[in-house]
C-alpha cells in the first residue's frame, strides 16, 4: 500500500498545488519561487487532505502524519539553525489555516509558538529586548487559550485593560516589561481556570494541539456560514501552514502591514494597504488598533518602502492579477510572508479588468475571467444622492463602497432578528470578528470605530458587497449601554444613521439614495463580454419602467411578461374580481371587455420600450383565488357582518360563496395555468387580443412570444396555439411572421415527453422556479426557511437549489427536455427565465446544455452578461 504524504515543504510546492495544499500554501510555495528564500521564511504545508481525514477519523489524526511534521520540523530547525523550544536561541512559528479559497478572518492562526517559561528568557537574552521577549509570550498565551482552547477572548482583554488602567497608560506598547510579565501569569491562571491544566510547555505538544485547532476551526460556525453564503464546498477542507516567524514587535525599527498591489476599494494602480511600527501582523488586521496608511511607511523606512513596491510589482506581474500580501520588517529586513489574489469590490474588479489590459498585463479574456461575475451586483447598489445636502456627523476610513441607512443594532444576533422582522438595519461596532459575519448578511451596512481597509470588517464587508465605514475615531460605543456617543451627539439603538461606504462618511439625516449608474469601466467590460459570449441576456420585466431599466443594463429583450402583475394594480382589482364573479360566460366576456384596453396598453408600453425586441409574455398563470380575499378572513368578515347586521351582508356571503367554490387545498398544483385557459378560454382569448391589437399599434415592429404556462400534455398546447392563432388572424396577423407561440417548462412529465410537446412550440422557455418544486417536491416558501437549512448542515445538499439549479436532478430534466425537443424541432428556441438566469454557477450550466438566451431580472442582467462571457471562455461552444 501506498502511503500517504501529509506535510510539503514550502520549497516543494507551486501554485499548480492549490487543491492540495490551500491557497496560502500554495502562494507561500509560489512566492519562495519567485522572491527567494531570504525573502520568505521558511516552513512547511500539512494538506488539505490531512483536514479532510481527520474529520473523517471523527477528529483523529491520520496515520503517519505525526511523523511527517515531526519530519518537516527538524528539516526548518537545520535551515534555520534555530530548534523550537530551546532556551538559548529559539526557533519560534506561526501556526496559519489555508483554505484553497481564501476565508479571510474565519478560521484561527497561533503566533509565537514554541516559547515557555524557559525559551522566553533564552529570547529576551538573545535579542537583548526583554520587553519583546515577554510582549511575544503574553501575545502566544492569550492567542492559544482563545483559539485551541477556546477562552473567551473577553477574559484576556479585560484584564490588559485593567493593568493598563493600573499604570495610567492607553496604549499596549505603552506597557512595560514587569507589566507583560505579570500578564503572562495572569493568562496562564486564566487557562489553568477554565481548563484545570498547567499551560503547555513543551513545545511539540503546543504545536499539535494548534495544527488540531487549525483542523477543528475548519468546522466552526463562524467558518461554516462562510462557506454556506459563498458556496464552498465542506469537504474541501483546509490545509495548516507552520512557518518560522519573523517579529515585528522588536522596536521601532520592526513592522507589520497588509499591502495591495493596488487600491483594493477602487482598483486604482496605486498600491495600498496598512502598516503599523512596532507591531505583529494580528495587530493590523484585527482591528483592536487602528493602523496607518502605507504610503506613510516612505516617510518611516523610504529604502524598504521602495523594496515593498517593487515587489508588489513582481508579484502581479508573475500571478498577472492584484496581489495582497501581508509582510513584516523585524529590525529593518522586510520580510514577505504571504500572497494571493486579492478579494476587491465590484468597482476594483472592473477598474483592475481595464487597467491590466490597457497595460498589457493580460487579454481581454483573461481580464474578464479574474471578474466575480456574483459580486457586480454592488456595483448597482444605490449612492448617496450628489444633490442632497446634510451634515456629516463623523468620517472614517472608505472600507466597502455603496451607501445604507436604517437603524443602529450593536450585536450580528439583534441585526439576524431585524433582517427577519422587514427591518433594514446598520450593524455598529468597536470592530468586528468572524463571530460577527451573520450579522454582515443581515446587515444593509456596516459600521465601526476602530481599525484600517485590511481590517475583517472591511475585507468581510468588500467580500460580500456591504457598504462599510471603519475606524471612526470619533465614534465612542458603549454595547454595555447600547449607545454611540459621537461629536457632541448621543445615538441609542433603533435609531437611524446613513454610511457612505464610498467616501467614508457618516450621518444621522435621512439621505436619500439613488441608483447606480454603470461607469466608463464597467460598460468597456459588458462589452467585451457581449464581444465573447454566445447566451442571449434578457430581463423579467412586467412593466414599461422595469423594460426601461433592464435595457439601461444591457437587456436583448423581455424574456418573462407576467401578466397576472398587471391585474394587481389598485384600479383594475374591480374589474378582475366582476369577471371572477360572473356566472355566464356572457357576464365574464363583458368584465373582460373593461379590462381589455387597459392590458392592450400594458404591451404597447412594453413593445415601445423594446423596440422590436423578442418579448415573451406569459398568458394568465396563478389560480384565480390569487384576485379574491382570502378564505379565512373572508369568511371571519362575513360572521362578523352577521353578528352586527351589516347593510353589506349579502354582498358579502355572495363573494364568500364564489371563493368557496373555487377553493383548493393545493392550488399551486390545481387550477392555473394553461388549466385556466381550457376551463376559461375567454380569459386567454382578451390577453391574446390584446397583444396582438398592442402589436399592431406599435410605431417599430415588435417581435411578441406568446407563452402558455403549466403545460403537462401535447394536447394542452395544442388547444391553446389554436387559440392563440384563430385570434391572431381575427386581428390580422399571422403566426411565425408577426408572432410566436411556446410554452414554459415547468414540470417532470414536459421534460420527458418534450418531444410530443415540442411539435406544436416554437420556444421552450424553462421556469426553473417551479421546475425545481414539482421536481423535487420542495415549496419554495416553506423549504428554505423550514429544513433546507438543516440540509445544508447535514451536507444533504451543498446549496439551496433555488439559488444555484440543482444540475443532477433539475438540471438534468432541462438537458433531457433540450434534447428531446430539439430532436422533434430542430428550430426550437431554449431558455431560462426563473431565478437561476441570474445565477453565475447555473448560467455556465445553461451555456453547457446548449440553451439560446438567459432571463434575469433587470439588475441581474450585467451579471448575467459577465457570466454568460465567462462560460464560453471556460467551456468553449
Not at 511575544?136 to 483559539?147: A, D, E, H, K, L
Request: net charge negative; proline share 4%.
Amino acid at each position: 500500500m501506498v502511503s500517504t504524504r501529509w506535510v510539503y515543504d514550502f520549497a516543494d510546492g507551486s501554485r499548480e498545488m492549490r487543491e492540495l495544499l490551500g491557497g496560502k500554501g500554495a502562494g507561500i510555495a509560489e512566492m519562495t519561487r519567485v522572491l527567494g528564500s531570504e525573502r520568505v521564511p521558511g516552513g512547511f504545508t500539512i494538506t488539505t487532505e490531512a483536514c479532510v481525514e481527520f474529520m473523517r477519523r471523527g477528529r483523529q489524526e491520520p496515520d503517519g502524519m505525526g511523523e511527517d511534521v515531526a519530519e518537516a520540523l527538524l528539516r526548518l530547525e537545520q535551515q534555520s539553525g534555530k530548534q523550537l523550544g530551546d532556551t538559548e536561541d529559539p526557533l519560534l512559528v506561526s501556526v496559519r489555516s489555508g483554505a484553497r479559497d481564501s476565508m479571510p478572518g474565519m478560521m484561527d492562526t497561533v503566533l509565537n509558538l514554541g516559547l515557555n517559561d524557559k525559551s522566553v528568557m533564552g529570547l529576551a537574552k538573545t535579542t537583548r529586548n526583554d520587553r519583546f521577549a515577554w510582549d511575544s509570550y503574553r501575545r502566544f498565551t492569550q492567542m492559544f487559550g482563545n483559539v485551541v482552547r477556546g477562552i473567551p477572548s473577553e477574559r484576556y482583554e479585560d484584564a490588559i485593560k485593567e493593568s493598563k488602567d493600573a499604570r495610567g497608560v492607553k496604549l499596549d506598547t505603552e506597557l512595560d516589561v514587569e507589566a507583560l510579565r505579570e500578564l503572562t501569569g495572569t493568562f496562564k491562571h486564566i487557562y489553568k481556570e477554565h481548563t484545570g491544566e498547567d499551560f503547555p510547555q513543551d513545545p511539540n505538544v503546543q504545536l499539535r494541539l494548534a495544527i488540531r485547532a487549525v483542523f477543528d476551526s475548519w468546522m466552526g460556525d463562524r467558518a461554516v456560514a462562510y462557506r454556506r453564503y459563498n458556496h464552498i464546498p465542506d469537504d474541501w477542507g483546509t490545509a495548516v501552514n507552520v512557518q518560522q516567524m519573523v517579529f515585528g514587535n522588536k522596536g521601532d525599527t520592526s513592522g507589520s502591514g497588509v499591502a495591495f498591489s493596488r487600491d483594493e476599494v477602487t482598483g486604482a494602480p496605486e498600491p495600498s494597504g496598512d502598516f503599523l511600527p512596532n507591531a505583529q501582523g494580528e495587530d493590523v488586521v484585527s482591528g483592536a488598533r487602528t493602523p496607518r496608511d502605507i504610503a506613510e511607511m516612505r516617510e518611516w523606512m523610504p529604502e524598504l518602502h521602495a523594496e515593498l513596491m517593487e515587489i508588489l510589482r513582481r508579484l502581479e506581474k508573475h500571478y498577472k492579477n492584484m496581489q495582497d500580501t501581508e509582510f513584516t520588517v523585524e529590525e529593518g529586513r522586510l520580510f514577505m510572508l504571504q500572497t494571493r489574489n486579492a478579494k476587491r469590490p465590484a468597482q476594483a474588479a472592473v477598474r483592475f479588468a481595464v487597467d491590466a489590459v490597457n497595460e498589457g498585463l493580460l487579454t481581454r479574456e483573461e481580464a474578464l475571467m479574474t471578474i466575480d461575475a456574483s459580486g457586480l451586483a454592488a456595483l448597482l447598489h444605490p449612492a448617496f444622492d450628489p444633490k442632497a445636502k446634510f451634515e456629516v456627523l463623523a468620517t472614517g476610513v472608505n472600507a466597502s463602497p455603496g451607501a445604507a441607512k436604517g437603524e443602529v443594532v450593536f450585536t450580528a444576533a439583534d441585526a439576524v432578528l431585524a433582517a427577519e422582522e422587514g427591518r433594514d438595519v446598520i450593524l455598529v461596532r468597536p470592530f468586528t470578528d468572524a463571530d460577527d459575519v451573520s450579522g454582515f448578511h443581515a446587515a444593509k451596512g456596516i459600521l465601526t470605530s476602530e481599525g484600517g481597509k485590511a481590517s475583517h470588517a472591511a475585507l468581510v464587508a468588500r467580500g460580500m458587497g456591504r457598504p462599510a465605514v471603519v475606524g471612526v475615531d470619533a465614534l465612542a460605543i458603549d454595547l454595555k449601554a447600547r449607545e454611540i456617543r459621537v461629536n457632541g451627539t448621543i445615538l441609542h439603538e433603533g435609531d437611524r444613521i446613513a454610511i457612505d461606504g464610498t467616501r467614508g462618511g457618516v450621518t444621522i439625516e435621512d439621505v436619500p439614495l439613488v441608483e447606480a449608474q454603470v461607469d466608463a469601466n464597467f460598460t468597456t467590460v459588458l462589452d467585451w463580454a457581449d464581444d465573447v459570449r454566445r447566451l442571449g441576456i434578457r430581463a423579467n420585466a412586467d412593466t414599461p419602467h422595469d423594460a426601461h431599466r433592464a435595457r439601461e443594463l444591457g437587456a436583448e429583450g423581455i424574456g418573462l411578461c407576467r401578466t397576472e402583475h398587471m391585474f394587481m394594480e389598485e384600479d383594475r382589482q374591480p374589474k378582475m374580481r366582476a369577471m371572477i364573479m360572473a356566472k355566464t360566460v356572457h357576464a365574464r366576456r363583458e368584465a373582460l371587455a373593461q379590462l381589455l384596453p387597459l392590458q392592450q396598453k400594458d404591451f404597447e408600453g412594453l413593445f415601445e420600450v423594446m423596440a422590436g425586441l423578442p418579448v415573451t409574455i406569459r398568458l394568465l398563470d396563478p389560480p384565480l383565488h390569487e384576485f379574491l380575499p382570502n378564505l379565512a378572513d373572508l369568511s371571519a368578515q362575513v360572521e362578523h357582518a352577521r353578528m352586527a347586521e351589516d347593510d353589506d351582508l349579502d354582498e358579502l356571503e355572495v363573494l364568500l360563496k364564489r371563493v368557496e367554490e373555487i377553493h383548493e387545498e393545493n392550488p399551486m398544483l390545481g387550477t392555473r395555468g394553461c388549466r385556466l385557459g381550457i376551463l376559461y378560454p375567454e380569459i386567454y382569448e382578451m390577453q391574446v387580443q390584446a397583444i396582438m391589437r398592442a402589436a399592431r399599434a406599435a410605431e417599430q415592429q415588435p417581435h411578441p412570444e406568446i407563452m402558455i404556462p403549466l403545460v403537462n400534455y401535447e394536447h394542452e398546447l395544442e388547444l391553446m396555439r389554436e387559440l392563440v392563432i384563430r385570434i391572431g388572424a381575427q386581428e390580422g396577423l399571422a403566426e411565425g411572421d408577426d408572432y410566436t407561440v411556446g410554452t414554459m417548462i415547468e414540470l417532470p412529465r414536459a421534460c420527458t415527453t418534450a418531444d410530443r410537446i415540442a411539435r406544436h412550440a416554437d420556444f421552450f422557455s424553462f421556469g426553473t422556479n417551479d421546475l425545481t418544486q414539482t421536481a423535487l417536491g420542495f415549496s419554495r416558501d416553506d423549504a428554505e426557511s423550514k429544513f433546507v437549512p438543516m440540509y445544508l448542515d447535514r451536507k444533504i445538499i451543498d446549496r439551496s437549489p433555488f439559488e444555484t439549479i440543482d444540475e443532477k436532478g433539475v438540471g438534468w430534466l432541462v438537458r433531457l427536455a433540450s434534447w428531446l425537443g430539439r430532436e422533434a424541432h430542430q428550430g426550437l428556441k431554449l431558455g431560462v427565465c426563473g431565478e437561476h438566469g441570474g445565477d453565475p454557477d447555473s448560467i455556465h450550466f445553461f451555456h453547457q446544455s446548449g440553451l439560446d438566451y438567459v432571463s434575469c431580472s433587470p439588475f441581474r442582467v450585467p451579471i448575467a452578461r459577465i457570466a454568460a462571457a465567462q462560460a464560453k471562455i471556460a467551456h468553449g461552444g
